[in-house]
């Protein structure tokens, strides 16, 4: 069983950056894709960016040339930098495990294991 644990939310002003990190127990994180998904309130949980076994990222549009997902499998873990920080990226954000081809990388279903949430907060 995977565990996964989440750290780095917090509370930052527009344009500030923040890098959350999920560490994963366990001795097969290096065949996982590793995704960042965030649900804001009253909204559906959503794929922000996802990093294969391969290396191969997807990003949605809205935080591409601002966020950036990296892996380290040695300490397995996975990073999400998160530059230029806007109002609408507040959300409770989750780091998640799974096997799921590249066409449904942004499935939640496709992923099995999931962390506990970190809440990042950008005012304006």
């Known amino acids: 069983q995977v565990q996964l644990v989440e750290s780095g939310g917090g509370s930052v002003q527009a344009g500030g950056s923040l890098r959350l990190s999920c560490t994963a127990s366990g001795r097969t994180f290096s065949t996982y894709t590793m995704g960042w998904f965030r649900q804001a309130p009253g909204k559906q949980r959503e794929l922000v960016a996802a990093i294969t076994s391969g290396g191969s990222t997807k990003y949605v549009d809205s935080v591409k040339g601002r966020f950036t997902i990296s892996r380290d499998n040695a300490k397995n873990t996975v990073y999400l930098q998160m530059e230029s920080l806007k109002p609408e990226d507040t959300a409770v954000y989750y780091c998640?495990?799974?096997?799921?081809?590249?066409?449904?990388?942004?499935?939640?279903?496709?992923?099995?294991?999931w962390g506990q949430g970190t809440q990042v907060t950008v005012s304006s």
């Open positions: 998640a495990a799974g096997w799921p081809s590249y066409t449904r990388i942004s499935v939640t279903q496709e992923y099995d294991h």
